[in-house]
């Protein structure tokens, strides 16, 4: 701590153009990103393609959060939801969300295809994605929206996404190439375009990872036999 009290005065000013992140690094990717990855947005090429590493690291976080809660709270028995989830007849309630539900999810998967062209990607279309499923969970109750999402692929979407990142740079390295360089996906397409396939390969494994772990740690919270007394 008293390293890091030392040295914090000699660090750059927030924002400063004169940094050498701002004069070196950041130049290189504004410079370089379209012609790298044939993408459009920056930040997608930055977080799923110049650090990767970084964004994969960052789903394997999350999908330990929702392992962590799968072996705290979850019990065998899944009849045992707390009041929140207890389902209560609603003709409104129920004719709004089948509305909405594929409003947001077909909105959720443009989201996550279309981050190479304007802010999206799979963290965001995930959390979209898994927000129309906890919708149905809470208007519809537990047992009557598992037929549109069922408990039981929580955890196997979860892992599914980490798979298909961390599977991609397996690829790569199998290749021939370093670990998570798309530009060496034996697919026969321009660098270029092998890079911006693997950005979108990889933003889906993101994708899958963030929607199993946010249904999974709501399943879990609210299916652990300690629910919410009725009043």
């Not at 939801?81 to 999810?105: E, K, N, Y």
């Not at 963290?123 to 598992?146: D, K, M, P, T």
């Not at 196997?156 to 980490?162: E, L, N, R, S, T």
């Amino acid at each position: 701590m008293g390293l890091l009290l030392v040295a914090g005065p000699g660090l750059p000013a927030f924002g400063d153009p004169e940094s050498a992140a701002a004069g070196h690094v950041s130049a290189h990717f504004v410079e370089n990103a379209y012609l790298d990855s044939h993408t459009p947005n920056i930040v997608t090429v930055i977080i799923a393609d110049y650090r990767g590493f970084d964004t994969l690291g960052e789903v394997v976080v999350v999908f330990v959060a929702g392992l962590a809660c799968l072996f705290l709270l979850r019990r065998s028995n899944p009849q045992q939801t707390g009041h929140l989830l207890r389902r209560t007849d609603s003709i409104i309630v129920d004719l709004a969300t089948r509305v909405m539900t594929p409003i947001i999810q077909v909105f959720a998967l443009y989201v996550i295809f279309h981050g190479h062209y304007s802010p999206g990607g799979g963290f965001q279309g995930g959390a979209l994605f898994a927000g129309s499923i906890l919708l149905q969970r809470v208007s519809q109750g537990h047992e009557n929206s598992q037929h549109t999402f069922s408990r039981h692929l929580d955890t196997p979407f979860a892992i599914a996404g980490v798979l298909i990142f961390a599977g991609l740079g397996v690829v790569t390295l199998l290749a021939g190439g370093n670990y998570l360089q798309y530009d060496q996906l034996p697919l026969g397409l321009r660098m270029d375009m092998l890079r911006n396939l693997g950005i979108l390969v990889a933003e889906v494994g993101v994708a899958f990872a963030v929607v199993g772990t946010l249904v999974s740690i709501f399943d879990d919270l609210s299916c652990t036999g300690r629910g919410i007394p009725r009043d």
